[in-house]
């Protein structure tokens, strides 16, 4: 009974079998390391892994320590009985308590332990072999006989008597050793197959889970620039909403104002036209005709023109500037502009600068992706595709349809222009800066000014903007081109719409330190 208990101590809790490579997590409990394994894989998802026996939780992963004494007991503890953990075949003639079965004796049909072995018959016909409980399938169905042969053409175990006088007389048949070995030999084979074939199969699956754990990272990044896309619009609108009502609230407190001021006066003229209203009224009731005919003319008392005049000024007060407001509200457009920010589907070729168009005053890295402003004349080759008179270079890409954007570092600059620009724009006269010119757009600074310049109009944007990652977003079919600030959340700069009649370069202008295009493209090309 000590025994059969030590042995249900070995089991794996999950596989309910004996451990192999027994490991330990946090808690203390042991499992095979394969099962447990399994097991964390399958709460990958859910964010928290617990232990299947005692359900303590970890936000990790939790570390799997081999159990060194646990593997060395379950070493002993196989070394000494390893047939009798594998069968579990008890001894057939120990009666009063199971004991494990160390033989099989195939023609008494019986199972022997250890004790029972050493006084058992050693005569030839008492065959032993490894314990088993089928210990009737070991015996010819037909003469009762133990089977020692093979028939390789019906493909059968058979007795000495099939094979002197049975069916099988004058077939081809081996000794069953030598027709075991020959299909184990088949059997390592396909064993070889299937370990190849498995090991395929667990490389496909670790590239599967990696592709899983790669897509929750990419999600996990949508995630948080959506998060941060719709607190900024939530901010925005906020923003809106309390300029509105502050502009609804200064209106109504211009226009009540007014109309106080104008009750006022009507009030003084009302006082004035009911004394004059008294006096008339005392005239009328004078008997001397002389007195009433002395008295001036009064047809001037009833000013027609003048109350007229105060009911104009009263509905002008009265009126709360829409247009204005309506301005305001506007805003929201841009807003929704700003929603067209980087949520894209495919990843298209990376930007590079093309070296044939960089101005003299220009660098280009080796890897094309890096503009530095030079103190040095670089007396690049007079090209035409060359800019002869500013520091500025364009994408060796251009774009004529989907939509795309790019990213840029201006981190290590603090006079830049960033922006888009036709193939056709001049490189040579001083109209070929990007901005100034209508065939170019741009995002600039200059210290700490920023504003965008198209056809040498230029928009002054706000102060002190967090503006050392610039985005610039394209929707060719749409005709806009916005920018963007890559500060936390998101933020929308400007955006142009033009009717676009030319394919679209990345155009860079730098007059201090260096810019750096940061990722790959990223485009949501349309589908044609």
Known sequence: MASADLRQELDCSICLSIYTDPVTLRCGHNFCRVCIDRVLDTQEGAGVYTCPDCRAESQERPALIRNIPLCNILGRFLSTRPDQEETGILCTYCIHSPVPAAKSCLHCEASLCDNHLRVHSKSPEHVLCDPTTALGNRKCSVHKKILEYYCTEDSVCICVSCRLDGEHRGHLVEMLDEASEKKKEKLRDVLQKLTTKRAETENRVQSLQ?????????AAGVIETVTALFRDIRRQLEDLEKRVLSEISRQEQHVSLSVSD???QLEIKKDELSGKMRHIEELCNMGDPVTVL???????????????????????????DVGLISGTLHTLSDIITGINTGIYVQEATDI???????????????????ASWSHINQNHPVTPERFQSYPQVISSRRFSSGRHYWEVDVSKSVWWMVGMCYPSIDRRREQSCIGYNNKSWCLYRCNNQYS?????????????????????YLDYEAGQLSFYSLCDPIRHLHTYTAALTEPIHAALFIWDGCITICEGVRSREKLP
């Open 210 to 218: 990696e592709c899983r754990r790669e897509d929750q990272r990419k």
């Open 262 to 264: 104008l009750i006022q």
């Open 294 to 320: 002395q008295e001036p003319d009064t047809g001037d008392l009833c000013d027609t023109e003048d109350t007229e005049r105060h009911d104009t000024q009263v509905r002008g007060a009265g009126d709360l």
């Open 352 to 370: 590079l600068l093309d070296v044939t168009t960089a101005g003299d005053y220009i660098q280009i890295s080796g890897d094309r992706k890096t």
């Open 452 to 472: 965008v310049i198209h056809d040498s109009t230029q928009i002054q944007l706000f102060d002190n903007i967090p503006c050392d990652r610039v985005r610039v």
